[in-house]
């Protein structure tokens, strides 16, 4: 604010305003990755994005390992994600009738909604230290009808706890002070699903138009036979159609018996595992494989939690995909450090390495002086797949990503020859620019169109690229002489 002390005179005049320092936050800098598994508490099948671990506390409760998602959520900070969201699998929701004309519903499905005491007096209905009058006004009383009341108690921000809604009374009349006295208490709530897999397929239907660049499953696992790894790949070759690519992680499951007995019989069954990952999309069939990561192999971490764990193991599907979305496409996750991994549970021996790398399967090892890093990085596509590799996959990504965004501006323009060779510029400027980050080696491309294609308003990029391929081996011969 500013004070003209001196009406009269002409001159200069500065206003100071208090903006309160008000920001939008920064976007993140790396992909995304969302984290689906469950939780103690929080909202079911809708991805939130907590910024701070007391966030995702406050929202999700503490963890524990039977449910992984805020642990999940430490995992993929610590590797560097800075866009990590997380989607809670919902249990059973506990509700109750009350008086056959109110139904009461934990707010979230789980335990800790179970129990609650629903209490209806001649005045009030009560419930955790919360209290609603059945009437308007004390002194002249008039009844609130149920509507008001649900109102008054779903909109009420103290109220945590229960949700009602209308069962058998009819919306707007009838009074609340019909409710007959008595004790209800809810029953039934469970923390996780009790079909998983049909969680999974629910929950997926509502994500196949979401955006995101990683989608990594927690305490589903590829080995256990219930198709959650053929489930997924169909899920992100689904997303990848639809939006954005979209690349599924999922790991084995954790190894209880780590002995060299149960390493080796573990080592045994795995490295036979044989998915059927030929997946139909949009009425065409695909290798699904190209979508999917598996990870083999527990790491350690750091509990920062309340729940106070100290170090735990778990599987490293969330940390390797938070890894992967801090690097650019070319680069591959192959010889990286974990960063946050403390150590592996158990080790492999470089034979059993080899053979899981050559199936496909994304594994680990700790390397003095750098911590623990990821010894491949494949996807699960075929062997003879031009897709093998995750970095080529995210190449082809990456290429797709920015020629969508340079050639949609000419959407709607006239289809003619100035149109087109703007739209062949600016095709060569990304090819260009990808090639001198490393991405592409060589490119070569046209833009085609039929005389009916021009007629309908279409045009065809035909685009053959040489891909980045990544540094596998480095060898060295020495020879000795007895002198040079």
């Known amino acids: 604010m500013s004070v003209d002390i001196y009406p009269h005179l002409p001159g200069y005049r500065t206003t100071l305003r208090d903006g309160h320092l008000k920001f939008a936050p920064p976007s993140a800098a790396t992909q995304s990755v969302l984290l689906i598994g469950t939780a103690l508490d929080g909202p079911g099948n809708d991805p939130r994005r907590p910024m701070t671990l007391a966030q995702a506390e406050m929202v999700y409760d503490v963890p524990s390992p039977d449910f992984p998602l805020v642990l999940g959520w430490q995992e993929a900070i610590d590797a560097g994600c800075e866009d990590v969201r997380l989607v809670r699998l919902p249990g059973n929701v506990a509700e109750i009738s009350v008086d056959g004309k109110l139904l009461a519903k934990g707010r979230y499905s789980g335990t800790k909604y179970n129990g609650i005491d629903i209490v209806v007096s001649a005045s009030a209905i009560s419930f955790e230290g919360l209290e609603y009058d059945l009437e308007t006004d004390d002194t002249t009383p008039v009844s609130k009808t149920l509507d008001e009341l649900i109102q008054e108690m779903n909109t009420d921000p103290e109220n945590i706890f229960v949700r009602f809604e209308l069962e058998g009374a009819t919306s707007g009349s009838s009074d609340a002070t019909d409710i007959s006295t008595g004790t209800s208490t809810l029953t039934g709530g469970t923390d996780a699903p009790a079909n998983l897999k049909t969680a999974l397929t629910n929950l997926y239907e509502l994500l196949v138009d979401y955006e995101v660049d990683m989608v990594v499953v927690l305490g589903a696992y590829a080995d256990d036979g219930e198709g959650y790894a053929e489930q997924l790949a169909e899920q992100c070759a689904t997303m990848s159609q639809h939006n954005r690519l979209t690349v599924g992680f999922m790991a084995t499951s954790p190894l209880d018996d780590t002995s060299l007995a149960g390493v080796a019989s573990y080592y ?34 750091r509990d920062r939690t309340s729940a106070n764990l100290g170090l735990y193991s778990a599987p490293g599907a969330a940390a390797t995909a938070a890894l992967a979305s801090t690097l650019p496409g070319q680069s591959a996750i192959t010889n990286k450090t974990v960063p946050g991994a403390r150590s592996v549970a158990y080790r492999f021996s470089m034979l059993q390495l080899n053979e899981l790398s050559g199936k496909g399967f994304i594994t680990f090892r700790p390397r003095a002086g750098r911590g623990v890093v990821v010894v491949d990085g494949p996807t699960s596509a075929d062997r003879d797949s031009d897709y093998v590799r995750l970095s080529t996959v995210r190449i082809v990504g990456d290429i797709t990503a920015a020629l969508v965004a340079v050639a949609e501006p000419f959407i709607g323009e006239p289809s003619n020859q100035v149109s087109r060779n703007a739209l062949h510029t600016a095709v060569k400027n990304v090819l260009d620019s990808s090639q001198e980050t490393g991405a592409i080696q060589q490119y070569v491309f046209t833009i085609q169109a039929s005389p009916a294609e021009m007629v309908q308003g279409i045009l065809n990029i035909m685009l053959e690229i040489v891909p980045a391929f990544e540094l596998r081996k480095i060898r060295t011969v020495i020879t000795l002489r007895p002198e040079l």
Do not use: H, M, P, W
């Not at 795995?270 to 990952?277: A, E, F, P, R, Y």
């Not at 065409?284 to 350690?300: N, S, V």
């Open 268 to 301: 045994n069954t795995v490295k036979d595992l044989d998915l059927n990952l030929s997946v139909a999309v949009e009425g065409t069939t695909l290798d699904g494989g190209r979508y999917l990561c598996i990870t083999i192999g527990d790491l350690q971490f």
